[in-house]
C-alpha cells in the first residue's frame, strides 16, 4: 500500500500539521513489524514513567526510616536495614528508569530512520519529476543543504514527538493525580496553571524564533549554493578572472548567515531564561 502523498509548507506549517502530515511514516500502514517495534517502545515509555514517579517516594521512605524513632534499642539492626533496603530500592528504582529509556530508544530506532528513508526518497524522485529549466538552473549547493537540513528535521520531529512530547504529556497527567490524590484540588490547580503559563511562554518564544531560524537558514542555502556553484564552474570563474567577485558574494552571504545566528543563539539565550526565572519564581 503506497504511503499518502502530502506536502508541508515551510512558511505555513503548523506543529499539528506537520505531525498529522508525518503519522504515516510513524505508523506505516504496510510495515507491522515497525508497528510493534511503536508499541513497545510506548509500553517502556510508560513503564519508565511509572517508575521514574516512585523514585521520590523511595526517597522520601528512606529519609522518614532515618529520621524515625525507636522504642527499643533492640530494634536497630532491623530499623538501620530497613532503611538500606529503601535506599537500594531508591538507586535500583533510577537504574531501571534509565535502563528501560535506553530499551525506549532502540526500539524506536528504526521507525524513526524508515520516515526518514521514506522521505527522502520522495524528495529524490520528486527531483527527478522537476522540469529541465529548473535542472538548467542548478542551485546544486542550496539544494543539497535543503535536502541534508530536511533529512535531519524530520529525524527530529519524529523523535521529538514520540519520545518526547508524548512522555512529558504521560508524567503531567500521572504528576497531577499524584498531587490531586495527595493534596487536593487546589494545589493541583495551582500547579496545572503553572505549567500552562510555561508551556505558553515556550510556545510563544519558539514561535518568535522560527522566523529568525529560518532567516539564518536562508542565509546558509545562499551561501552553500554560491560556494558549490563557484567551484563546479572553476574553469569559467578562472577563464573570466572572476575570483575576487566570488569570494566577495559569498562573503556577503556569510555575514548574513553570521548574523542571523548571532540573533538566533541570543533568542535561544532569552528562551532560557524566561524558562528559568518562571522556574524560580513558582519554586
Known amino acids: 500500500m503506497a504511503l ?6 515551510a512558511e505555513s506549517g503548523k ?13 506505516p500502514s504496510e510495515r507491522a513489524d515497525l508497528k510493534m517495534r511503536v508499541v513497545w517502545a510506548t509500553f517502556y515509555l510508560l513503564l519508565s514513567k511509572i517508575i521514574l514517579l516512585s523514585v521520590p517516594y523511595f526517597f522520601k521512605w528512606s ?10 534499642p533492640g530494634l536497630l539492626p532491623t530499623f538501620m536495614l530497613g532503611a538500606l533496603m529503601l535506599v537500594v530500592a531508591y538507586n535500583v528504582a533510577r537504574l531501571v528508569q534509565w535502563g528501560l529509556n535506553q530499551l525506549r530508544d532502540a526500539m524506536f530506532a528504526s521507525v524513526g530512520q524508515y520516515a526518514v528513508r521514506q522521505l527522502a526518497y520522495k524528495t529524490f524522485v520528486h527531483l527527478h519529476k522537476l522540469s529541465l ?9 542550496g539544494l543539497s543543504r535543503v535536502i541534508e537540513r530536511g533529512t535531519k528535521g524530520i529525524e527530529t520531529i519524529v523523535r521529538f514527538t ?16 499524584i498531587f490531586w490524590w495527595g493534596y487536593g484540588f487546589s494545589y493541583l490547580g495551582v500547579t496545572a496553571f503553572t505549567v500552562w503559563i510555561y508551556i505558553w511562554f515556550t510556545i510563544r518564544a519558539s514561535d518568535w524564533r522560527i522566523n529568525i531560524r529560518r532567516d539564518m537558514n536562508d542565509s546558509d542555502t545562499d551561501a552553500n549554493t554560491k560556494a558549490i556553484d563557484s567551484l563546479l564552474n572553476f574553469e569559467t570563474v578562472k577563464y573570466f578572472g572572476n575570483e575576487d567577485m566570488e569570494a566577495k558574494r559569498f562573503d556577503q552571504s556569510m555575514a548574513k548567515y553570521e548574523k542571523s545566528a548571532t540573533q538566533v543563539w541570543t ?5 532560557n531564561f524566561g524558562q528559568r526565572r518562571h522556574d524560580q519564581h513558582h519554586q
Do not use: C
Not at 4 to 9: A, E, F, L, M, R
Not at 133 to 141: A, D, K, V
Not at 162 to 177: D, G, K, R, S, Y
Open 133 to 141: 529549466r529548473f535542472h538548467l538552473e542548478r542551485r546544486t549547493g
Open 15 to 27: 506543529t499539528l500539521s506537520t505531525i498529522r502530515n508525518l503519522w504515516p511514516y510513524m505508523w
Open 162 to 177: 514520540i519520545l518526547n512530547t508524548v512522555p512529558t504529556l504521560i508524567e503531567f497527567v500521572l504528576t497531577a493525580i
Open 267 to 271: 533568542s535561544l539565550g532569552w528562551l
Open 63 to 72: 529519609t522518614d526510616a532515618l529520621n524515625g524513632k525507636l522504642d527499643a
Open 4 to 9: 499518502q502523498q502530502k506536502t508541508v509548507s
